[in-house]
């Protein structure tokens, strides 16, 4: 297919999906599943409690998909990236739905300043803080209107960026101005990585690392940033396979950009594994009671199979499985591994948060399961919503046709 016809074919000039299909069925279906299961977790306390540790799990794991997402297209616009152009509105229908993080942060925030001693944050109940000499330390800044002050303001950046990046993104392929529109986004990239940098690693803080105050990492905010990328890219390599699979991208994607994004599913599996790894090593090393007691939760009362279960899904069985480079190139494995990548993400975040619930087991109930089910349902279904109106190749950038003809 010559580079004309590539780029004013069918596939490269309309929507893959007209209808909502099989994709938004499912998505509905998961969010009336998680909408009842959620509101029924609202009766009784012990339910409520369950379901603002759930909430934060569910959350979670929707913002570090979209952000993941959003730091994927912001690194390729700034380094200028050639092979990645062609996955680049596959990476955008993940981060067009930024609002949608804003919006499943209202419920933590009503947790916080309505549910008290039921929050799932030890330091949003005022009898707790009372007597606790490092919560009163703290308080200062580990309080309900901190705590939502400094959250508006990391939704609002994101929210912002993905927004611009987006909506730039689209004009292009109205045929507004591309390489004008291509430079605005990589001058927007520089400031957007480092406001990134800052607002995830406190973001983490406040709503992961706080859920146990009396513990603190300061490599916590980059073992989140390592998750975060691991489950953008897995979702836009598995959505590149699908989308391609079903004939949505043409012939464009080969088995050099295939390469591409296998090899930075490698990479960053290494990358978490290095960090994870750190953090032990160093705390371990360290042996104070106040660090240790972050994996002494981990290994006791029943958690210990959960953490190596961590090890072997986030490490071990994507490091084997990408390890060589026909592996990296092979479609079906990349899709598996991406999967793999995801519920690896989920078992990771369960495993940061659900500790925290003193003197609690690992369980998984109804309870636990309706706000990821909500959440991951609403995501999904605003990602369908988007390929039913948006084209799925963005042969308005001006790089479009080098990245289809990129070789390694």
Not at 135 to 150: H, S, T, V
Not at 199 to 217: N, Q, Y
Not at 293 to 321: C, M, Q
């Amino acid at each position: 297919m010559s580079s004309h016809s590539a780029s004013h074919s069918p596939v490269a000039t309309a929507p893959p999906f007209q209808s909502g299909g099989s994709l938004q069925s499912a998505a509905l279906a998961m969010i009336i599943l998680g909408g009842a299961a959620s509101a029924g977790a609202l009766a009784g306390d012990e339910a409520r409690h369950r379901l603002a540790f759930a909430w934060v799990w569910g959350f979670a794991f929707v913002w570090t998909i979209v952000l993941g997402s959003l730091f994927f297209v912001a690194i390729q616009h700034i380094t200028r990236s050639v092979w990645s152009v062609i996955f680049r509105r596959v990476a955008e229908m993940w981060v067009a739905p930024a609002w949608l993080v804003g919006l499943a942060f209202v419920p933590v925030a009503v947790f916080v300043f309505a549910f008290g001693a039921h929050s799932a944050y030890p330091w949003a109940d005022p009898a707790v803080v009372t007597g606790d000499h490092l919560l009163e330390a703290k308080k200062n800044y580990l309080n309900p209107n901190a705590f939502a002050l400094r959250s508006a303001i990391f939704l609002l950046l994101w929210i912002g960026f993905a927004a611009y990046f987006v909506k730039n993104s689209l004009a292009q392929d109205a045929g507004s101005g591309g390489e004008q529109r291509a430079g605005k986004m990589r001058t927007a990239s520089a400031p957007f990585l480092i406001i990134f940098g800052l607002s995830v690693t406190f973001a983490s803080f406040d709503w992961l690392m706080s859920l146990d105050p009396h513990w603190f990492s300061t490599i916590y905010g980059v073992y989140v940033f390592a998750g975060m990328t691991l489950s953008g890219l897995a979702v836009i390599t598995l959505s590149a396979v699908l989308l391609s699979a079903k004939g949505k991208m043409g012939s464009v994607v080969t088995g050099d950009h295939l390469y591409s994004l296998g090899g930075l599913l490698f990479a960053f599996t290494c990358f978490w594994t290095y960090i994870a790894f750190s953090q032990f090593m160093l705390i371990w090393c360290g042996n104070l009671p106040e660090e240790t007691v972050f994996f002494i939760h981990r290994v006791e009362h029943g958690w210990k199979p959960v953490t190596l279960a961590l090890i072997a899904v986030r490490f071990i069985a994507p490091f084997l499985l990408l390890l060589s480079r026909t592996a990296k190139m092979n479609a079906g494995r990349l899709a598996f591994v991406s999967v793999l990548v995801l519920v690896g993400q989920l078992l990771d975040l369960y495993w940061l948060i659900m500790p925290c619930a003193e003197g609690h087991g690992p369980r998984l109930g109804w309870q636990e399961l309706g706000p990821v089910l909500l959440l991951t349902g609403l995501l999904v279904f605003s990602v369908a919503r988007f390929l039913t109106k948006h084209r799925i190749l963005p042969s308005g950038d001006p790089m479009f046709e080098k990245s289809r003809e990129f070789h390694l």
